[in-house]
């Protein structure tokens, strides 16, 4: 109980502390997924704290999906499967604020989707199931109608590249495009959507589902680099009318 006292220093909330402390826990397996973890009174004692800040530093871990509560008699506090999902979903977030900061430049986005995607549908080639082509397939006739919104057409470019990363076999990989896709595409889609012809983004979807299905890995790639190609033009475009719109300062 000492040592855990002295790791609770005073350069951080104390519940912060321990909200580390329990998640270093669980990252190393001492405590184990469906894992119910000590009750506040014996977590508060063992860190020589009030209950009211164990339950906050329970509520840090419940935001990073670490943990879920649990009521009734077999109620408590229990430690949560590791989800691709939960875990993606907080690194977009963040990715996504930096491409609206403009930490993330045109060329950096370009060259990050255009290794990683290469990658995909390179792997995508070789590995996708028949369920795995059938899945980019329903989306991409999604895709193709006229009648839907800029909304949903951003969302269903999203997930078509989703369903390729899921292609690949790869759950690694599938993670990281989690975090490319929803946070890269939608953040350029929303800056360029005025610009870009549709049928022309559609077509080129098109390409790589028929290089996909035809286990041409060289043909894949060469479709999606014409897709990212076209897209860092359109978004090229888009910010070039974008500071033309923006007000000129002029010098008194």
């Excluded at 329990?22 to 405590?31: D, F, K, N, S």
């Excluded at 509560?69 to 907080?90: D, E």
């Excluded at 989703?162 to 690949?168: F, G, L, Y």
Aim: proline share 2%; net charge negative.
């Amino acid at each position: 109980m000492e040592e855990a006292k002295q790791a609770v220093q005073a350069t951080k909330s104390l519940a912060h502390q321990i909200a580390t402390a329990l998640q270093q826990e669980i990252v190393q397996g001492a405590l184990s997924v469906e894992a119910r973890l000590p009750s506040e009174a014996e977590i508060a004692q063992r860190f020589g704290v009030s209950q009211p800040t164990v339950r906050e530093a329970l509520k840090i871990l419940a935001a990073k999906k670490l943990v879920r509560s649990k009521r009734g008699p077999n109620g408590g506090v229990f430690v949560n499967a590791p989800s691709l999902t939960a875990a993606s979903q907080m690194l977009q977030e963040m990715t996504t604020w930096f491409v609206g900061l403009g930490v993330f430049g045109l060329n950096e986005i370009v060259e990050a989707r255009l290794l990683l995607g290469r990658t995909c549908v390179q792997l995508a080639a070789e590995r996708a199931t028949a369920d795995d082509l059938e899945s980019i397939e329903v989306t991409l006739e999604a895709f193709e109608r006229d009648d839907i919104s800029d909304e949903e057409f951003c969302r269903l470019d999203v997930a078509f590249h989703h369903a390729i990363a899921q292609a690949t076999g790869n759950n690694e990989l599938r993670f990281i495009m989690l975090v490319v896709n929803d946070s890269l595409i939608p953040a350029t889609n929303m800056i360029s959507f005025r610009f870009r012809e549709r049928g022309r983004v559609v077509s080129l979807h098109a390409d790589i589902l028929k290089a996909l299905r035809a286990r041409d890995a060289s043909a894949a790639t060469a479709a999606f680099e014409e897709l990212i190609a076209y897209q860092s033009s359109v978004y090229e475009k888009a910010l070039s009318a974008r500071q033309g719109d923006a007000p000129q300062r002029h010098e008194a």
